[in-house]
């Protein structure tokens, strides 16, 4: 089967493309004045925008998780608040609470709703898992509906709208795991690891030093919005949508064709959001490529990310030291690519 060839809609489409690829390589190059390094973070933290996503990026402190997000809100003009969570934070601490104002002129009294931070264009949740599930449970709706409800009324969310949150891997005391249902609103599992030699003494270099960038602001909140339809609008060909599903039904160990591993070492397989991501991201990375239409590779590239927190692996892994990233390298192994070659 020959590779098809596919093409946005219009002319209007493919100038809104070349617009977005040109937005993401200013937004690169933005950051580069603040971030050094971590280009692989970078692209998924995009992809994410151009999506419409939210992701979690998991690295030990002091690797700019939070400057990447802050300098990004920066970057882009967009309104930013970081929310940093703790044990005792409450759920109102976040959406906002009725409150009771008085007219000063009148004396009438009223109760008045008080945004919380999350009525922001991109909420950092810091630390998202030191604080109870009850808490963390407050950014479900926002995530996946982009509204919040508050005693019987529903509050609309500004768009675009993301979160961003942030995990330490390797402090569990006081922790509370995210639960399966919240991770699952997450498009990645970003993981950001320490930099090679060279840009780390960059790092201390530039830190230690003054610095005071000003940022060229060439990309708006209505850009990423106009761009998140385009992404939707990207032609996908049956065989890749095929190939996406095939990835994420294999990791399920119910599964008829499920290879021995997964039936071994993994509890629950991916569910329907890592198809829909898997392809989301597949059109956002093929845009940003040049290329309007997706290819296997896409599907492939977007693999670990977007499956690593939802194939979630059993005690015995654990205590052989089986990862997900393991698990997710298998399936990639052996879930074949159809032979169009796309």
Do not use: C
């Not at 979690?56 to 402190?61: A, D, E, F, H, K």
């Amino acid at each position: 089967m020959a590779q098809e060839t596919v093409n946005l809609e219009s002319a209007d489409d493919v100038a809104l493309a070349d617009r977005m690829n040109a937005g993401r390589k200013a937004i690169i190059k933005e950051l580069g004045k603040r971030i050094i390094g971590q280009s692989d973070v970078i692209e998924l933290v995009l992809e994410t925008l151009f999506v419409g996503g939210n992701s979690l990026i998991v690295g030990v402190p002091g690797l700019a998780k939070t400057l990447l997000i802050a300098t990004l809100a920066q970057v882009l003009d967009l309104k930013f608040t970081r929310i940093q969570f703790t044990p005792d934070l409450m759920p109102s601490d976040i959406t906002g609470t009725d409150i009771i104002n008085e007219d000063p002129t009148t004396g009438r009294r009223q109760m008045v709703f008080a945004p919380g931070p999350i009525f922001s264009n991109i909420v950092l949740a810091d630390e998202i898992n030191r604080t109870p599930p009850k808490t963390q449970a407050a950014l479900l709706e926002a995530m996946q509906e982009h509204r919040v409800t508050i005693q019987g009324r529903t509050y609309q969310l500004d768009e675009p709208f993301y979160v961003f949150a942030t995990q330490n891997p390797i402090e569990l005391e006081g922790t509370y795991p995210l639960p399966e249902a919240q991770l699952d609103r997450f498009m990645f599992h970003i993981v950001i690891e320490h930099p090679p030699e060279e840009e780390e003494l960059s790092v201390v270099r530039t830190t230690t030093a003054i610095v005071d960038p000003h940022y060229e602001r060439t990309v708006s909140g209505p850009d990423l919005v106009a761009f998140q339809r385009l992404v939707r609008r990207v032609p996908v060909a049956d065989a890749v949508l095929r190939y996406a599903l095939s990835l994420v039904r294999t990791s399920r160990p119910k599964a008829k064709n499920a290879p021995e591993s997964v039936k071994k070492w993994v509890a629950y397989g991916a569910s329907v959001r890592a198809a829909q991501y898997l392809v989301l991201g597949a059109k956002a990375r093929a845009i940003t490529n040049g290329r309007y239409h997706v290819t296997f590779e896409d599907i492939r590239a977007m693999a670990h990310p977007v499956m690593r927190h939802r194939v979630l692996v059993n005690f015995r892994a654990e205590s052989e030291g089986i990862s997900t990233d393991s698990i997710v390298d298998e399936l990639l192994e052996r879930v074949a690519v159809p032979a169009s070659g796309m």
